[in-house]
């Protein structure tokens, strides 16, 4: 049976029946139905959801996840790209509901997956987290090193944003239809209460005494640190950093970070100048070359990479100093620390937009802090000065 037999099927039943033919004859046309779907077009009936389908092409899984890696920053696909080629793949470790390794869904139309579906991939990827958290913690405990245990919630967590990532793709794409969207229905999990906290002044000492006493390039890693403690950056805006993001005039670094956010961040005036002579007495002279840089055994430079933290906080500092592996210092905790530090010599308002996070409901919108008040701040904790605070503002005149 055709479309038109349907449509002249129903118009032939009743004149009350015009409507609903009307309704079947748009919905056809649209493909939000098809005579697969209701059973009537010969083949075995569709799984799909009446109006679960957008009005672009139709996707599989595996199309989909493709395109939204794509459409992600390098960053945003570190995080998320392991969960979503799950989802589309499978993970051949793992034992899925079924008794068997699991298989992921990628060939499944975009509109064809439910909720239930993420569910089940979700108790994949808490097992194959904790099945990682276990064979770390045995690799630390052969070196005597302190163990941490994990619920694997921290990956349950960045897989649904992942998920919720991929879907919203594929609405914007209109691949799929506005409010079918599987992975809005599944709850995230909770993320665990942060265990980070400020250093202690006389461990906070020791670290800055250790970068800058061992390891092959104590002055780089000794700046690298003063860096994120003064500047509150990112692992990101230490690689990312540039001699043309260094002003100054301005007194700012360009902080290139998360989601391609950049941020030209108030520092004090004496760190400015000794971060241009530093990264000028490593070979920079030119806008795109970076800052830190590691000097080789031939005496040339090369640029570092993420290695550089995992040698200097995991291999390293945690290895040398037992308060520091029993908390696992990273850099994260020296900018938990700065942020910290901010925070309590001036407001959390200041803390805030020193941190580049955003405000927290109406009131931190309303009262969130100027680049002026960050400056000033920077200035108050670590001495110095900043030519901001010495503008009127246009108000004053």
């Known amino acids: 049976m055709t479309a038109q037999q349907i449509e002249n099927g129903a118009q032939g039943a009743s004149a009350g029946g015009a409507g609903l033919a009307e309704l079947v004859k748009q919905m056809l046309a649209s493909g939000a139905l098809t005579a697969e779907a209701i059973g009537l077009g010969g083949g075995t009936p569709s799984a799909v959801v009446v109006g679960a389908r957008g009005?672009?092409?139709?996707?599989?899984?595996?199309?989909?996840?493709?395109?939204a890696l794509d459409s992600c920053s390098k960053n945003t696909r570190r995080t998320y790209g392991s969960y979503m080629r799950l989802l589309?793949?499978?993970e051949p470790t793992v034992t899925g509901p079924d008794g068997n390794p699991y298989p992921g869904i990628g060939d499944l139309w975009?509109?064809?997956?439910?909720?239930?579906?993420?569910?089940?991939a979700l108790k994949v990827v808490r097992v194959r987290a904790e099945a990682g958290a276990d064979a770390r913690a045995d690799r630390r405990e052969a070196k005597g090193r302190v163990v941490r245990e994990s619920d694997g919630s921290g990956?349950?967590?960045n897989a649904i944003g992942a998920w919720r990532k991929m879907f919203t793709v594929a609405v914007?794409?209109?691949?799929?239809?506005?409010?079918?969207n599987p992975a809005s229905k599944v709850k995230k999990p909770a993320r665990q209460p942060g265990r980070r906290l400020a250093l202690k002044e006389e461990h906070l000492r020791e670290m800055l005494e250790f970068f800058g006493s061992t390891g092959d390039d104590p002055e780089l890693d000794l700046m690298i640190i003063r860096f994120i403690l003064i500047t509150g950056a990112r692992q990101e805006g230490v690689l990312n950093l540039r001699f043309g993001g260094l002003d100054p005039d301005e007194c700012t670094v360009r902080l290139d970070e998360k989601f391609g956010k950049v941020t030209n961040q108030p520092v004090p005036d004496w760190f400015i100048a000794e971060l241009r002579a530093f990264a000028l007495a490593r070979g920079a002279s030119r806008r795109k070359d970076p800052v830190f840089?590691?000097?080789?055994?031939?005496?040339?430079?090369a640029q570092i990479s993420r290695r550089r933290f995992n040698s200097m906080f995991g291999d390293r500092l945690q290895a040398a100093c037992p308060w520091a592996d029993k908390a696992q210092v990273s850099a994260h905790t020296a900018r938990h620390h700065s942020v910290t530090v901010i925070e309590r010599a001036t407001s959390r308002a200041v803390a805030t937009a020193f941190a580049r996070h955003k405000p927290e409901g109406t009131n931190g919108i309303y009262t969130q802090a100027s680049p002026e008040e960050v400056a000033e701040a920077v200035v108050l904790v670590y001495g110095g000065d900043h030519p901001w605070l010495h503008r009127l503002d246009i108000d004053d005149l």
């Not at 975009?110 to 089940?120: G, I, K, N, Q």
């Not at 840089?293 to 430079?301: I, N, P, T």
């Open 55 to 67: 009005s672009g092409e139709r996707i599989t899984v595996a199309a989909l996840a493709t395109r």
């Open 88 to 90: 589309a793949n499978g």
């Open 110 to 120: 975009v509109d064809e997956v439910l909720p239930s579906h993420l569910e089940a």
């Open 155 to 157: 990956a349950g967590y």
């Open 172 to 180: 914007n794409e209109r691949n799929l239809a506005e409010g079918f």
């Open 293 to 301: 840089v590691k000097r080789l055994a031939s005496g040339r430079f």
